[in-house]
């Protein structure tokens, strides 16, 4: 009974920040477009995760949208950067508790790992002259390639060929972000 409340309670707070993400989405994003689309795959991400509980889309998509309310806080609103930090890895954190719900003294080493890789990656790319969008691309798919890393890890299914094939789809992701970003601001 009591995982239960757990597990309902750790449902309820990734819904409520999935809504507060795609609130400050909609607030900050200019395009009717960009706001319908996102829409439809914050439906269909709740969609597949009441059919069949699936986290993993739900999850990526709440970092992609609380990543780019973050991103578009600090250049509207003029956020300091010790809020900055402290979201992004109260957001990293939770979110990877949700997918990778492995406990042990190896994953609580993982949790600082993913924290301390993702701010990172945050902060550099607040430098880059890349929308934001772009920025939560390249964060979501840096939090995809290392949750699976650790996945198969644990699974014992990780090889040298499979860590090649997730490295060289996360920069494939990378170089993409990248290049529609420079070739949207010509």
Known sequence: ?????????????????????????????????????????????LWLFFSSYEKKWLTYLTLFLVMSDIYNSHIGLDWSFSIIIVSVILTVWFLYILTCPYSGKLNKLYIILICILELEIFLSLILWPINSIGKSLILV???????????????????????????????????LVILTSIWESY
């Open 1 to 45: 009974m009591l995982n239960t409340l757990k597990n309902n309670w750790k449902i309820i707070v990734l819904i409520a920040v999935l809504i507060i993400g795609l609130v400050g989405y909609l607030y900050f994003e200019a395009s009717t477009f960009g706001k319908l689309s996102i829409v439809i795959i914050s439906i269909y991400s």
């Open 141 to 175: 798919s840096s939090f995809w390639a290392f949750t699976e890393i650790v996945h198969l890890k644990k699974e014992k299914q990780l090889t040298n060929t499979r860590v090649y094939v997730i490295s060289a789809l996360y920069l494939v992701a990378m170089v």
